[in-house]
């Protein structure tokens, strides 16, 4: 029975939702987080369970052996769930090394752990991107071919298999889930949705790659939490389980629809009798950095989780989108102070001034 969690990258966006998820719905369940904080992980994500007795903290890298095996053998977990990557496609198209070193080597790292001290389960957080690009039609499903365009996608797509290779090796007992494009609350602005609040409440441009017409799917955050829990507790072991939202939308009308959403809000919070000043007007289109790399479509058949495990998405996009923008809404100045010099850096590269 799982009740002992080592959760890594638990301070980044989907591992901070997942561990107020568990302490939320398991209340017999430890969490013990393990993350490195790098950029897009920070405490403060956490700051509302810290003092929770059932939650602790250690700062850490996945790819230190010595590091790893001393927790293991401290803390005797009964599962893990590995969020811990470097996880955006634009950076490790500018430089690979880190994404080979978390993604791939800290894989192995957790996964020879969890073989010495015999862990009931080991979730390998995934991703549809492995899977490659779409065209028009289709869907992926857990038996497509992996086909990984971006560096990114590929020290993934590695990672997935390290965690196959160990469950038939070794019998390591295995699981990963591959999630579409997750969105929601504490989410580090650099992925779109998330880049798109922060700047339209700074009045700042909207950069998007090329005409905006691809196509993702979107999954709000707290459904993935919830398919993720499903899975830790009653997913086959050596499977792989797709995880969507079933709603596919262009680039291009997501921003379209967080800059009439945030009108609307801001017209109401300052008790306009006229509109704002047209946040679409800020939207500006810029040479893809990507190229060939920027896939075209993602799309996910979910049928075996919803079969074997009752599992299927709550929140319509509309419903997830504006409870992200009042999160972000209540939360500038959170936002800001998790945004570093290095980050400012970062962005000038890709988007310039």
């Not at 990258?9 to 998820?21: D, E, K």
Request: hydrophobic letters at 40%; a negative charge.
């Amino acid at each position: 029975m799982v009740k002992n969690l080592l959760i890594t990258g638990g301070a980044g966006f989907i591992g901070s939702n997942f561990i107020r998820y568990v302490l939320r719905e398991h209340l017999d369940w430890e969490a013990v987080n393990l993350d490195k904080l790098t950029y897009a992980g920070n405490l403060m994500n956490l700051e509302d369970v810290a003092d929770n007795p059932r939650y602790k903290f250690v700062k850490g890298d996945i790819a230190d052996p010595a590091l790893v095996d001393r927790l293991f053998a401290k803390e005797t977990f009964d599962a893990v769930v590995n969020f811990a990557a470097e996880s955006h496609v634009d950076r490790s198209i500018l430089d690979v090394g880190p994404f080979i070193e978390t993604n791939v080597k800290g894989v192995q790292v957790l996964l020879e752990a969890a073989r010495k001290h015999n862990l009931e389960r080991f979730l390998q957080i995934s991703t549809d991107e492995v899977y490659g690009s779409l065209g028009e039609e289709g869907v992926f499903t857990e038996g497509s071919r992996l086909l990984p365009n971006s560096p990114y996608a590929a020290s993934k797509a590695a990672a997935d298999m390290l965690s196959r290779a160990y469950h038939k090796a070794y019998g390591l007992p295995i699981i990963i889930t591959r999630s579409s494009n997750n969105y929601g609350p504490y989410q580090f602005p650099e992925k779109l949705i998330s880049l798109m609040i922060r700047n339209a409440l700074n009045s700042k441009e909207l950069p998007i790659y090329g005409e905006g017409q691809q196509i993702r799917d979107w999954l709000y955050v707290e459904d993935n939490c919830r398919a993720i829990d499903l899975v830790l507790q009653s997913g086959r072991i050596g499977e792989v389980y797709n995880i969507g939202g079933g709603c596919e939308k262009k680039n291009i009308d997501v921003v379209k629809q967080i800059c009439s959403i945030l009108e609307k809000k801001l017209e109401q919070s300052a008790g306009l009798s006229t509109p704002v000043s047209k946040l679409s007007d800020l939207m500006t289109f810029i040479d893809d950095p990507r190229g060939v790399a920027h896939d075209f479509r993602y799309a996910l058949n979910c049928s075996k989780i919803t079969e074997e495990l009752g599992w299927k998405p709550e929140y319509d996009f509309e419903k997830g989108l504006e409870q992200t923008i009042e999160w972000y809404l209540e939360n500038q100045d959170l936002v800001e102070n998790v945004i570093s010099g290095e980050y400012q850096a970062y962005y000038k590269k890709l988007y310039g001034a």
